[in-house]
């Protein structure tokens, strides 16, 4: 299995951005997709995640303002961030892990994409 993020850049404070995650594999709709960020100089912090149900999960520092997705038929997960705010810089990753009827935040996940660059500045 292989997934690739995309749809990172520069946003000013407030905005919003659509992170696309692109899967491939087989039998990727039976996964858990994990959404994953680390900023400059600290480690690395769940965001959020979906099962294969699916059920979402969010962390605190997150909710109400992202909302993540799939579509299984495009093999493709997606993290739309709104209320943008500079503590949200950081590389984001996606994950996907073939145990997808789990609570999805406690997944060691498997597949790690090579991240993309969300700069939140004015």
């Known amino acids: 299995v292989q997934v690739a993020e995309s749809g990172g850049g520069l946003v000013q404070p407030g905005g919003s951005l659509r992170l696309s995650c692109g899967a491939s594999?087989?039998?990727?709709?039976?996964?858990?997709f994990g959404w994953f960020r680390q900023a400059p100089g600290k480690a690395r912090e769940w965001v959020a995640c979906?099962?294969?149900?699916?059920?979402?999960y969010y962390a605190d520092s997150v909710k109400g303002r992202f909302s993540t997705s799939r579509d299984d038929a495009t093999s493709t997960v997606y993290l739309q961030m709104n209320s943008l705010k500079p503590e949200d810089t950081a590389v984001y990753y996606c994950?996907?892990?073939?145990?997808?009827?789990?609570?999805?935040?406690?997944?060691?996940?498997?597949?790690w994409g090579q991240g993309t660059v969300v700069a939140v500045s004015s």
């Open positions: 994950a996907a892990d073939p145990y997808g009827s789990a609570a999805c935040p406690a997944l060691d996940y498997q597949y």
């Open positions: 594999g087989s039998d990727l709709d039976y996964y858990a």
């Open positions: 979906i099962n294969s149900a699916p059920r979402t």
